[in-house]
């Protein structure tokens, strides 16, 4: 089932929230946000694994995290280059446990998939299961 596209601008911390409230595993899904004129991500790597990621990581076990257009993407102040998230590769995804007490802290030891990992359908089934 694909993954449900954020209405809204992400706010960090609400998406720590939305962790932390999640019973089990919670997969935050790092993706370039969508090119106007194409409708789709403008990341090359994002569109490869998009029918993937679509098809394997649980939507009701995962926020879908736009990291903004390639010019915000390439500030070094991107809010979600810094931290807790300090995702420097998309597309990226982090695996929290929900119901930790500070899912910010845990971010830094909390396993990832990035870019080409993403590309190996096994990889990525394993990883969510």
Do not use: Y
Not at 98 to 116: C, K, M, T, W
């Amino acid at each position: 089932m694909p993954l449900l596209f954020p209405s809204d601008p992400q706010d960090p911390q609400a998406l720590l929230d939305r962790a932390k409230s999640a019973s089990g595993p919670h997969f935050l899904v790092f993706f370039s946000s969508l090119d106007e004129s194409t409708g789709k991500p403008w990341c090359p790597d994002c569109s490869d694994v998009q029918a993937s990621v679509d098809e394997i990581v649980p939507q009701d076990k995962s926020t879908l995290v736009f990291v903004g257009s390639r010019e915000e993407w390439r500030d070094p102040n991107n809010k979600f280059r810094q931290p807790p998230f300090k995702v420097d590769r998309i597309p990226t995804i982090i695996r929290v446990e929900g119901g930790e007490a500070n899912v910010a802290s845990s971010l830094d030891s909390a396993p990832r998939l990035i870019e080409s990992d993403l590309r190996d359908p096994s990889k990525l089934k394993q990883f969510v299961a």
